[in-house]
DNA sequence: CCTACTATATTCACAGATCGAACTAACCGG
DNA sequence: CCGGTTAGTTCGATCTGTGAATATAGTAGG
């Protein structure tokens, strides 16, 4: 395989398919049933190219034919489809919060195959403990599924940024500054003996919408609301991390001259501002009843919605204000990146989401540059797992040597 | 040449470099002057591949081989070093705006062959007069460099965003308004009879500040101040474009809800507060004297900046509370992008930069963000040309079939 | 049922880029 | 002058992808 482009792999994205082999496997999976003419079509490569490659796909057991193509017949032969044999492996993807740990499985085609959720190492969770303990889950996880050890490719693992990618956490916030400078990826490695990936909870969530949404379009954002705020980019289908993986960090710009301090040092950030943290706090000094839910941001934030959409004008006003706020974000986001969809996802999102979309459809849409182009923006209603998926998506894109 | 990437042209970028041999003239163009080895480290290709494309590179004529390479001697052979050569080709690059159209002559090695500025069209200028004179002042400008025409690839423009890349203007700015829709980029073509490329003034001077800054700072931004402000992303030497060619539109984000109306329909943009016009403004309506600028809205601005920098308290204020402002922009973009360096470049920084600089690296520095990890700010001393400049490399780069 | 017709997929011979290994070139220091 | 060291080249092999022609599998019509 000629390597034009990156030899030193280039910094600032996720590796994009860089063999014909990967591009393929690629775009099978992110269109789940393709034929070999619309291949020609995406890839640009011959069809004899395809045939070649396709032949070796089936012949390692990746790819199956999966019958004929439907389109209406305009009287030639039917194109037969393709599909990934999800069988043929498989990865794992982990978010951590500090209030839950979520693990997907997802197999070849990325299809998710379990997920599960245990909740989180807490305040001031020991590195090395959660290392462990991920380990073991995961290996637990793999065994109840009754998925071949061997046919896990690796393990994506997610976390709230600042990062320095591939090496470790370096300013997590403010409940895990233990992480600070730890090396999760490499401890991660040696504890699975597999292939890790590190990213940010945001920027995996942009990936995990990846099979959610069409594949034609080729530049979008999530933004990612979950104990923080933060925002991913998508570039067919590759993401873009920055020069340090901490792109996105929307839950960081001032929005507020002289606002409220952050624990980032900053003032009139926009997660504190409207963070869960913050609606949560706003909330109890209105004195809402949040029920059980002491601790816990997300799941706090969660009840606060639900008081919302059951009426409570109380809550409603104290989250319809966070959106306020969250929509100087979304307009930040759109004129920034120039994306056509914005996709609202992460934890925060699953409950709130139907109120806080309205409000940043109307704020993107009241802006001239997001008028004229026609910026979208939607709700993910996968908002739970979208990390945890997205990391495990990345894994499997990171994967460039499919040798059989 | 295979094409593994990227048939249908990835939206989002300018054109990386698809072919070695596109690949190694652009390296070659951004070091200076480089040997093989090196050119073997920096692309990933063998060194019998760089000797083969090198050869053919040579025999067209487009590479020079430039004497023995210096470093100390560890006592083997010395490199060749190797080097574009400028005398091969040429290309144009013209940047527009109210006030001025600027025109610069570069060569096959990025070199500027001369540079020129005219007044601009002014308020309400005609597009397609503009054309014609713009490809009667580029025949000019070639003609008085005394550069045979069939040696120019073709010409970059550039102006004000918003706008659809590859179609025409827009929505351009408030003076602008007979530009919207108008399709430049194909008049352009038709008029000069060389190929010719659209961009936002703002990501083309992220393109021009490439060969000012070294050549390892892979993911850098410009904030580009003219009568507008932008900013432009490059990602190792590639500029990000956004799906519509608007990517990087700080001027545009909300810093102050319920801030002053600007042009674009929004409330409490940056560049409503803290853009020229609106330095200008204030100036004015503090009774300075501007002297004999009454119109041009980047002149006056400079001299509101001289009369600053010589100690005129009431302009030093008004310029500083600009820079306060965007600081918050910087720190945005810093925040969004992730970039290891943010120059600052366009007309406007020209004479008020050292005003603005350090209030900038002062915010950048003081968040979280940018001190873990040492986002670097500097001046571009090149701020009249950035965008003409970045317009005419552009357009080199995008030259892909270097045929003979 | 057989024959056009159409679109899909494959075969085959060939072009081009790149690679690995071995080799030549240039300079140093003793 | 001779080994040591690094730079660059030659050469045959490999691998990827291309173009032209061919095989395959359906529809539509007589």
């Not at 959660?130 to 896990?152: M, N």
């Not at 996105?248 to 501002?273: D, F, K, N, S, Y």
């Not at 001239?368 to 990390?387: C, I, K, M, N, P």
Request: aromatic share 4%; hydrophobic share 45%; net charge neutral.
């Amino acid at each position: 395989m000629q390597q034009v482009s990156d030899s030193s792999p280039s910094p600032g994205y996720d590796p994009a398919p860089t063999s014909s082999r990967a591009l393929i496997v690629d775009r099978i999976r992110s269109a789940g049933t393709l034929s070999r003419v619309e291949l020609t079509q995406l890839t640009g490569l011959t069809a004899p190219s395809i045939t070649a490659v396709v032949r070796r796909l089936i012949d390692d057991g990746l790819v199956a034919e999966a019958g004929r193509g439907t389109s209406a017949s305009t009287g030639g032969k039917p194109r037969t489809l393709l599909q990934i044999r999800g069988a043929a492996r498989y990865v794992v993807g982990v978010h951590l919060s500090v209030d839950s740990l979520t693990y997907v499985l997802v197999d070849y085609a990325g299809g998710v195959v379990a997920r599960w959720r245990r909740d989180g190492p807490g305040d001031e969770s020991d590195p090395e403990e959660v290392v462990q303990r991920v380990a073991l889950e995961t290996g637990e996880l793999i065994e109840r599924s009754g998925v071949d050890p061997a046919l896990v490719l690796g393990l994506g693992f997610v976390c709230p940024g600042p990062l320095i990618r591939n090496r470790g956490v370096t300013s997590a916030p403010p409940s895990m500054t233990r992480w600070v400078g730890f090396p999760v990826r490499s401890r991660l490695q040696e504890r699975l003996g597999l292939p890790a990936l590190l990213e940010n909870d945001a920027t995996a969530a942009a990936a995990g919408t990846r099979l959610t949404t069409s594949h034609d379009v080729s530049v979008m954002a999530a933004l990612f609301m979950s104990e923080g705020i933060g925002s991913g980019l998508r570039l067919n289908g590759n993401v873009y991390q920055g020069a340090h993986g901490n792109a996105g960090e929307v839950g960081h710009i001032c929005v507020q001259i002289g606002g409220p301090r952050c624990w980032c040092g900053g003032t009139g950030c926009l997660e504190a501002l409207a963070g869960p943290a913050a609606v949560v706090a706003k909330a109890r000094a209105a004195g809402l009843d949040l029920g059980s839910h002491r601790h816990s941001g997300v799941a706090a934030f969660a009840a606060i919605a639900r008081l919302a959409l059951s009426g409570d004008s109380r809550a409603e006003a104290i989250i319809k204000d966070s959106a306020a706020w969250m929509a100087l974000g979304a307009q930040t986001i759109a004129n920034m990146y120039d994306v056509q969809l914005l996709v609202l996802t992460g934890p925060a999102f699953a409950v709130a989401g139907t109120i806080y979309l309205p409000i940043l459809q109307e704020r993107i849409l009241s802006s001239v540059f997001g008028r004229s182009v026609g910026t979208e923006v939607v709700l993910d209603e996968r908002g739970h797992d979208a990390a945890a998926l997205g990391a495990a998506l990345l894994m499997l894109k990171s994967e460039h040597a499919v040798s059989a």
